[in-house]
């Protein structure tokens, strides 16, 4: 299944230049090696740094909650972030949900005109 996975620096961690160095080095550039590395895995699939904060958009596969649990929390930066995941289904899938209640429109649509 595919998440879309935002993450974006929380307010609280919001850090002075010097302790800004550590989290770079500590926090960030782990973190954007580790994201390489699960892109190269196929487990981020699309996505990337946001541009002008400090955050992530990813787009993450994984056959299971557990494991887009392991993948988010896997990397270094996870703590400091606040982090919201959406669940993504497929275009075929939007398709067959959505077909039964357009039959159902229509059989009212007729049911409508047949009585009036």
Not at 31 to 45: D, P, V, Y
């Amino acid at each position: 299944m595919r998440y879309l996975v935002e993450m974006r620096l929380a307010e609280y961690a919001r850090l002075e230049p010097r302790e800004g160095l550590v989290f770079i080095e500590n926090y960030i550039l782990p973190s954007l090696e580790l994201c390489k590395t699960l892109e190269a895995q196929g487990k981020i699939l699309a996505g990337g740094p946001i541009s002008g904060v400090i955050g992530f958009a990813l787009i993450v596969e994984a056959n299971s909650a557990l494991e887009l649990d392991e993948i988010i929390e896997g990397l270094p930066i996870w703590p400091r972030m606040h982090t919201t995941v959406t669940p993504l289904t497929t275009f075929d899938d939007r398709a067959k949900a959505i077909r039964p209640r357009l039959d159902q429109i229509r059989a009212r649509i007729a049911g409508a005109m047949a009585a009036g």
